[in-house]
């Protein structure tokens, strides 16, 4: 018999939900993978369509106490306990007991425990595609969200494009349409080699940067 693995980590009520939510956007389940010096999350959509890897450095952490172990978690659980917390600043315990196998989860005076999912039963990308994307916008997460949230009351297929000088998102349509510039003036960076076209389904889009609407800045990178 092995030896029994140890993990603690505490953090933030507002930063773990902003994990799963943003998780949520695309999938059910998702593999957290606790390593020395970071979380890490990678995850594909049941259409193989979208993919979301997130790295989330220990430091962010208040406590980050762990033997390197690998937990499928069902987000929805994960968000209801989160949702208890009396605030974002409120501090969220997750431990796990790998002899019992099971996740608990502190808040305040609530604990919950949670049965993780079988690691066979989710989606887990063998291989993190390799791209190189010359072209990137940087800007503000609620300056994004904006200008997708219009583009919801058109049409399901979103128009992003980039030159040296914009980046626009546009929805055309017979009777209605809806096109939003911005000025690499009004803009955080903006480099584009070469003018940049793609089309996205709303369907993937929007939800995700909906869930980063107080984001900063949120940067997109096209290859052309």
């Not at 943003?22 to 979208?50: G, Y």
């Not at 291989?127 to 904006?146: F, Y």
Request: glycine residues 4%; contains cysteine; negative net charge.
């Amino acid at each position: 018999m092995g030896l029994s693995k140890m993990l603690r980590v505490v953090g933030q009520s507002s930063m773990l939900r902003t994990i799963v939510e943003t998780l949520m956007t695309q999938v059910e389940e998702a593999r957290f993978d606790f390593l020395d010096d970071r979380l890490e999350i990678c995850a594909v959509d049941a259409a193989n369509v979208a993919m979301i890897k997130m790295e989330v450095d220990a430091t962010l952490f208040e406590t980050w106490d762990l033997d390197e172990t690998k937990i499928v978690m069902e987000l929805a659980k994960l968000r209801e306990v989160l949702s208890l917390s009396s605030s974002g600043d409120e501090l969220i315990d997750i431990g796990f007991d790998d002899v019992a196998n099971r996740i608990n989860v502190t808040v305040g005076n609530i604990k919950r425990t949670i049965s993780p999912v079988n690691e066979n039963n989710v989606r887990v990308p063998k291989r993190v595609p390799d791209l190189t994307l010359e072209s990137t916008v940087k800007m503000s997460g609620a300056d994004l969200s904006r200008a997708f949230r219009a583009a919801k009351h058109v049409g399901e297929i979103v128009h992003l494009s980039m030159t040296s000088e914009e980046f626009g998102v546009n929805v055309p349509g017979t009777t209605d349409a809806v096109d939003v510039q911005y000025p690499k003036s009004e803009l955080e960076s903006l480099e584009c080699p070469e003018p940049v076209n793609s089309q996205y389904s709303l369907t993937y889009m929007l939800e995700l940067v909906k869930k980063l609407d107080n984001v900063d800045s949120i940067s997109l990178a096209f290859g052309s």
